[in-house]
């Protein structure tokens, strides 16, 4: 049988890299490294441990699954933590080219605090590929290793680099409380009734302003909003799980099943009953029509 050959890399809209190597350390508290100019680029994930990264005289604290995204002409300083070893992994790139659709590099994040939970094992992939090449920095790595870093990179690039939750990234603080409290009663209490004046308490608002706010962000009432949460578990329910209708009903909040299969119908088109049948001959479930990161949890 013959040997995997990776595609050519003839798409010209790809990364392009001149070398690529890694390793991870470990540091005894109180230990520093740096000052130094950086002549490429660096991906840094801390692993245990906490530190200071000066880049360019502006401080940022680190902490376990941050990366630093470091550029060429950075000027930085890291002190490690003082207190316990630090540990972190790194890698350099020799970037001749990125694709035209990122953004300038002047303007990545230097520092991303949440990345996405893929970025890690990215990241550990292309550390332990890079190790096994004998001669690092002999010319261009596999083209596998730097698709992996395109994705790697693409993902960092993708979403917000602040310590922002999802929900309540884009949303007012009033909003993103009243949703964490109906996401609560939802895993937690799901029969728990729950009033619109309750809501506006949670939320620190007026019914009528929260209302205002979630008209605005969310693009429904708060208590449609509500309803439609527990609809969206139920298809998730009816999906991910063999439990009867009536089941996932109770889940859901509803003490009538019949109840429950009116709304479910008159909000996706369809019944419980016939997603499922649906499913088996290869029919895809309704869509979500609220915001992705509302998607509910699936908890039985």
Not at 16 to 30: A, I, M, N, T
Not at 85 to 103: E, V
């Amino acid at each position: 049988m013959n040997a995997y050959q990776p595609p050519s890399p003839t798409r010209e809209n790809r990364l392009r890299l001149g070398h690529l190597y890694g390793g991870s350390v470990r540091y005894q508290p109180g230990e520093t490294l740096g000052h130094r100019l950086l002549s490429d680029y660096e991906l840094v994930l801390l692993i245990e441990g906490q530190a200071r990264y000066e880049c360019n005289a502006e401080p940022h604290e680190l902490k376990p699954g941050h990366i630093v995204l470091a550029r060429p002409g950075f000027r930085e300083r890291y002190v490690w933590d003082r207190h316990v070893t630090t540990r972190h992994a790194y890698f350099h790139l020799g970037i001749q080219a990125i694709p035209h659709d990122w953004p300038e590099p002047d303007s990545w994040p230097v520092v991303h605090k949440q990345p996405d939970l893929a970025a890690q094992g990215l990241f550990q992939s292309v550390l332990k590929r890079s190790q096994r090449r004998h001669e690092p920095l002999a010319g261009a790595p596999p083209i596998v290793d730097t698709h992996l870093v395109e994705v790697l990179i693409e993902l960092l690039l993708d979403q917000p680099a602040s310590d922002a939750a999802p929900d309540d990234r884009e949303r007012p603080l009033p909003v993103a409380r009243a949703l964490k409290y109906m996401r609560h009663v939802l895993e937690e209490e799901p029969q728990k009734a729950i009033t619109l004046d309750e809501l506006a308490v949670k939320a620190g608002l007026s019914p009528k302003h929260l209302c205002r706010a979630f008209k605005q962000t969310v693009g429904r009432p708060p208590m449609a909003t509500l309803r439609l949460l527990r609809l969206q578990l139920g298809v998730a329910l009816l999906v991910r799980s063999s439990l009867p209708v009536k089941e996932i009903a109770a889940q859901c909040g509803f003490r009538d099943p019949l109840h429950f299969s009116r709304c479910f119908s008159t909000a996706f088109g369809r019944s419980p009953r016939a997603v499922r049948e649906d499913l088996s001959q290869g029919i895809a479930p309704p869509q979500n029509p609220l915001p992705v990161d509302l998607t509910p949890r699936i908890h039985w």
